[in-house]
């Protein structure tokens, strides 16, 4: 089914490039050379031999901090990836297939939760709940599946009329047999093509917060945070705070270069769609 | 203008009215999740339990949360926001000079970058699918994956420090001269013009693509006229209604994406008011900021629908 000469040259791109970051998120104990916050030189050490890329604000070497600060980024924003996909699809296919009062219910509140910009609610919210990684990926996350819910629900409603759910309801199946048994199977393709455009919303919602000072908090550093720590280099002409903001733009250009190229082939699947 | 365009447009806006008041429940909720109450962080961990009791009463936070929301909406809608409990300063005062800032970058922003958006817009469709086309579609691409302290510090780093020709701090006081103002936001406003660019871009492009396809464009074609009056006569009139569309929304966009920009350019903005508070859990401060942000966002949006209805010809004259 997926043949290897068929994937384009910038999907080949995005795919390594993103295995790359991948690999050093998870291996990154045994990748870096140096540990986390061990401060190894002096203040904004241009790069050497020694430091590949220079140190940071606190002499601390850049590279390790970035290897390791791949793995906060990576893993929260997955996590929140994964929170709103599970909570949005789920409540989008029972809002379709339930319908009423509850589809009502629930697709009012989602357009509440919108009519406020994202950025502006978590800053809101964070304002008084406690700074840690477990807020940061529940408040992302819960933000992010509205726009999940409305896709899901959209498609959900289409796939909700088609004969074999309607065979299966008369054959007596409950509602969560249609959900999960007939409706998720058949939903899975325009949701995995979402997955990706909504992972690079959390990496960027996330830098965004961690860079505002409101996301991980000192010493622990992902990327946004990591341009607020050196950012104040930057007038005195030592990039350093560019390097943390560039490998954002990497991933998230890398894993939108996967995302068009699934979104291409599910589309080509069904005759050209959209 | 006919009664059923005034009747949709009376509509909308009750509708927008109403979203506001939920809204406004809504961040009055968000902010009360946790047990901690005010009293609490005006008077830190270590308050005697009579001390928090007795500024509880003062406060009023023993009354039932319903009561203290109305008390609030009744101040806000009296233009009275409180007082910022970390600095004892009058909210309404100190946010009124901000959101002024504010405005008048996100509107420096759109006189750039909506003529920019459209324009290239064209262009791409003069061109479509030759190599200006596909220029504009990667950069559009780029740019939705650009954070915007990326573009930001970059700006500043090679436009400012390297070359000096901005400043890399967009200090603005009161009766500064016009010129040295624009002078001190020109980074900001690339900044800003870089993120709503793409996605108007891409639109104007689609709206008008959708538009070209229609029969009298064939019959303007078979006419003898050039691809450019094909464009902008016939075309682009008849696409006008989802690129304001577009551009209202994007302008939305940019009063979100002026938080970020703010900081970046230490610029005396709401953004950076309402940052700095959040990081002070400077709860009554957070509350009218998020509420003034939304009540931008909102309006923004229901003139979008207006202008929608409006341009509607089919809404003008009723059967």
Known sequence: ?274 | MSTPVLKLVAQRIAMGVLLLLAVSVLIFIGTQILPGDVAQSILGQSATPQALENLRRDMGLNDPAYIRYFRWLGGVLTGNLGTALSSGQDIATSLKDRLWNTLFLASAAAVVSVPLAIGLGLLAVRYRNGPVDKIISGLGLASTSLPEFFTGYLLIYFVAVQLQWFPSVSTVYEGMPFGERLSAIALPVTVLTLVVLAHMMRMTRAAILNVMQSAYIETAELKGLTPFQIITRHAFPNAIAPIVNVVMLNLAFLIVGVVVVEVIFVYPGMGQYLVDHVAKRDVPVVQACGLVFAAVYISLNIVADIVAIVSNPRLRHPK
């Open chain 1, 1 to 274: 089914m997926l043949n290897i000469k068929t994937i384009p040259i910038s999907a080949w791109i995005g795919l390594i490039i993103t295995a790359l970051f991948l690999f050093a998120a998870i291996f990154a104990p045994w990748v870096a050379p140096y540990s986390v916050g061990e401060t190894v030189g002096d203040v904004w050490e241009p790069s050497s031999a020694k430091y590949w890329l220079g140190t940071d604000n606190l002499g601390r070497d850049l590279l390790s901090r970035m290897i390791y600060g791949a793995r906060i980024t990576i893993f929260i924003a997955a996590m929140a990836t994964a929170l709103s996909f599970i909570l949005g699809s789920v409540l989008g296919f029972a809002a379709a297939v339930i319908g009423g009062w509850f589809d009502q219910l629930m697709s009012r509140f989602v357009d509440l939760i919108m009519a406020i910009p994202t950025l502006i609610f978590a800053l809101v919210v964070l304002s008084v709940l406690p700074a840690n990684v477990v807020t940061l990926i529940l408040v992302m996350g819960l933000l992010d599946a509205t726009r999940v819910y409305r896709l899901a629900r959209a498609v959900a409603v289409d796939i909700n009329v088609m004969d074999f759910v309607e065979a299966a309801k008369l054959r007596g199946e409950g509602r969560m047999w249609v959900i999960f048994r007939e409706i998720l199977p058949n939903a899975l393709t325009p949701l995995i093509a979402e997955l990706g455009l909504r992972f690079i919303f959390a990496v960027l919602f996330l830098s965004a917060l961690s860079f505002l000072g409101l996301g991980v908090q000192p010493p622990d550093a992902d990327w946004g945070g990591m341009v607020k720590e050196n950012k104040e280099g930057i007038v005195f002409g030592i990039p350093a705070a560019l390097i943390p903001a560039a490998a954002i733009a990497v991933l998230a250009i890398s894993v939108n270069l996967v995302a068009d190229w699934i979104l291409n082939r599910t589309t080509s699947l069904k005759g050209g769609r959209g």
